[in-house]
T-cell receptor
Framework: AQSVTQLGSHVSVSEGALVLLRCNYS??????LFWYVQYPNQGLQLLLK??????LVKGINGFEAEFKKSETSFHLTKPSAHMSDAAEYFC???????????FGIGTKLQVIP | SQTIHQWPATLVQPVGSPLSLECTVE??????LYWYRQAAGRGLQLLFY??????ISSEVPQNLSASRPQDRQFILSSKKLLLSDSGFYLC???????????????FGPGTRLTVT
């Protein structure tokens, strides 16, 4: 079975500051990992994914995430927060060869001007 | 390019009434299809998923059901709604499974259901 833990249901950062959203996973087989973003009253949008190869993955809107197998982590970062980054972010895991994805509970990012 | 539609966008229904939410995907064939419910502070709960026409897997026993009458159409239904059915319902699709499939999902805009 797989699971995802997102540390911090709410994170606040100042505009221009580093964004760090934490995600740890557990999976019985090597996983695929995803980050999604959700703006109010909208569906989820895929930010980035890790499947294989390079452990540092770049996504849309300047976000990136690093897969660290030894730490079972897949934290999401962005060097400089923008007001438009305010949204809810979901980490998700899917074991290879498995068609279902398990989502974390989400982290709401607030960007303070 | 692929697009996914859901309707209605919002719905207010009394307890005990029936429900039908529809989801359609354009621009792809044989997608995997999913229904999720999202409640505040509880993340996404997978309700049903389908790998083909007429093939439905249920994840959570409840008074909801799903059907896939056509390859790119997925319907969520209920005969009698409960107050606890209120929430934000999301439909998603993922590409057909293959050797390199990673099952990333693409979501529709959602339906906000309020049961009164």
């Amino acid at each position: 079975a797989q699971s995802v833990t997102q540390l911090g249901s709410h994170v606040s950062v100042s505009e221009g500051a580093l964004v760090l959203l934490r995600c740890n996973y557990s999976s019985s087989v090597p996983p695929y990992l995803f980050w999604y973003v959700q703006y109010p009253n909208q569906g989820l949008q895929l930010l980035l994914k890790y499947t294989t190869g390079a452990t540092l993955v770049k996504g849309i809107n300047g976000f990136e995430a690093e897969f660290k197998k030894s730490e079972t982590s897949f934290h999401l970062t962005k060097p400089s927060a923008h007001m438009s980054d305010a949204a809810e972010y979901f980490c998700a895991v899917s074991p290879r060869g498995y068609q279902k994805v398990t989502f974390g509970i989400g982290t709401k990012l607030q960007v303070i001007p | 390019s692929q697009t996914i539609h859901q309707w209605p966008a919002t719905l207010v229904q009394p307890v005990g009434s029936p429900l039908s939410l529809e989801c359609t995907v354009e621009g792809t064939s044989n997608p995997n299809l999913y229904w999720y419910r999202q409640a505040a502070g509880r993340g996404l709960q997978l309700l049903f998923y389908s790998v083909g026409i007429g093939q439905i897997s249920s994840e959570v026993p409840q008074n909801l059901s799903a059907s896939r009458p056509q390859d790119r159409q997925f319907i969520l239904s209920s005969k009698k709604l409960l107050l606890s059915d209120s929430g934000f319902y999301l439909c998603a699709w993922s590409p057909l499974a293959g050797l390199a499939a990673s099952y990333e999902q693409y979501f529709g805009p959602g339906t906000r259901l309020t049961v009164t």
